[in-house]
């Protein structure tokens, strides 16, 4: 027989920020819920949710899923809900509701983490787990909030950050625990290499930008994407978490694919190479770190060349294994629900041991 205490676990959520990431792990919970208990061992109920446009709703015994779940995209929509209200109260729910994990899931500001990274300070300091997909806070504050984190006896889920669901950065740091790796190459940006795979085929880039934004690929101001701001973050966080070394996102060198053009793209492949954006990190033997962000001409031997679309992938350089290549999905709603998921699924792991 299990540990009965931990197999009725039920977990109480508040969810800041409702869009894409957040409504589909409400949706997860929705569909998978009643499965949960026995395939994972715990339960989980919403209990709060605060966002910037909807508002926010609050029930200690836990909100109403379907509500939650068919809630329309409508300003202060959240307010119709039992015990909803027409503005966003992120502070009050990260601090005082009754949740025993706050899953942050805001928008990343790629120049400070804010305001994300107060929320997880708040949700921390309060003696709450924090599950994010926000680079932000893990890319501008990383030490800071795992040591606060440490200080609570909670945990700092981060998995989503890096590739969404594709479990990357906790295969490294479990996985390859045994290994030293000393350091990785990646293709962490599904909409640059999205956008480089069509320049290959010859269209230009402002029309591949256009196509990967009629897709739902690229943001409407398509800059992080394809100036590498977005790979940056995820270099500082992957730096951090798999090589154990902390850069901070200034000393990262970036260029992006704006530089590069059809012909140079279109051209490669007839010399055995394909452009791709690389972020990579490597530390030296006296433990100097180079951290970088730049359009690669990769032959078509190396494990990252054959990546195409919006798949991503990183190879880890290690010393009993050699190159080690993790590959999947890098974005989308439900994968990265998912990445929320799983650092549930490891909190409550942890709290089993
Ligand atoms: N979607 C993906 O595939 C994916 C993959 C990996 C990581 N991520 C990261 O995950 C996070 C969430 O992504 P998403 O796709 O769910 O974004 P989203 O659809 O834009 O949703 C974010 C929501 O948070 C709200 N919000 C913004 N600032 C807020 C604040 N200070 N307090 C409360 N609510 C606030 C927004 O309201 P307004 O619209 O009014 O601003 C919006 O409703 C982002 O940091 C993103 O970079 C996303």
Redesign the pocket.
């Known amino acids: 027989m299990g540990d009965t205490s931990i197999m009725s676990r039920t977990y109480k959520l508040a969810l ?8 589909a792990l409400a949706q997860i919970i929705a569909e998978d819920g009643a499965d949960m208990a026995t395939r994972l061992g715990f339960d989980l109920s919403i209990v709060a949710v ?5 508002g926010s709703a609050y029930d200690p015994n836990g909100l109403d899923l379907r509500g939650l779940t068919t809630l329309p995209a409508e300003k202060e929509a959240l307010s119709k809900l039992a015990g909803g209200k027409t503005e ?1 109260d ?1 502070e009050a729910l990260i601090k005082d509701s009754v949740a025993d994990i706050v899953a942050e ?4 500001d790629s120049t400070t983490g804010e ?2 990274s107060t ?1 997880c300070s708040w949700a921390l300091s309060s003696g709450k787990h924090v599950v994010t ?4 806070p893990a890319a501008f504050h990383g030490d800071d909030l795992r040591a606060l984190a440490q200080e609570n006896g909670c945990q700092f889920g981060i998995e ?2 890096v590739m ?1 669901g594709t479990p990357v950065l906790r295969m490294a740091q479990n996985e390859l625990k045994g290994c030293n790796i000393n350091g990785f190459e990646g293709i962490l940006n599904g909409t640059a290499n999205y956008i480089l795979g069509r320049m290959e085929e010859g269209v230009q880039l402002e029309e591949a930008i256009a196509e990967a934004q009629s897709l739902g690929y690229a943001e409407a101001d398509p800059t992080a994407d394809i100036e590498g701001w977005d790979v940056l973050l995820k270099v500082v966080i992957l730096a951090e978490t798999v090589l154990g070394v902390s850069v901070s996102p200034n000393q990262v060198r970036r260029e992006g694919i704006t530089g590069l053009s059809s012909g140079d793209v279109a051209g490669a492949p007839a010399d055995g190479c394909r452009w791709k954006l690389i972020g990579t990190a490597e530390v030296d033997e006296d433990g100097k770190v180079e951290a970088s962000v730049c359009p690669q001409r990769l032959p078509h031997a190396h494990p990252l060349s054959g990546v195409s679309g919006a798949t991503n992938a990183v190879a880890f350089g290690t010393d009993y294994l050699g190159q080690v290549t993790v590959s999947g999905p ?4 439900l ?2 629900g998912f ?1 929320l998921l799983s650092d549930i699924v490891a909190i409550h792991q942890h709290s089993a041991n």
């Open positions: 800041i920020g409702f869009g894409n990431v957040n409504r605060s966002d910037l446009f909807l966003a992120n899931a805001t928008f990343t305001p994300a929320h997909t926000n680079k932000g989503g950050t969404s890098g974005a989308g709603r994968e990265t990445a």
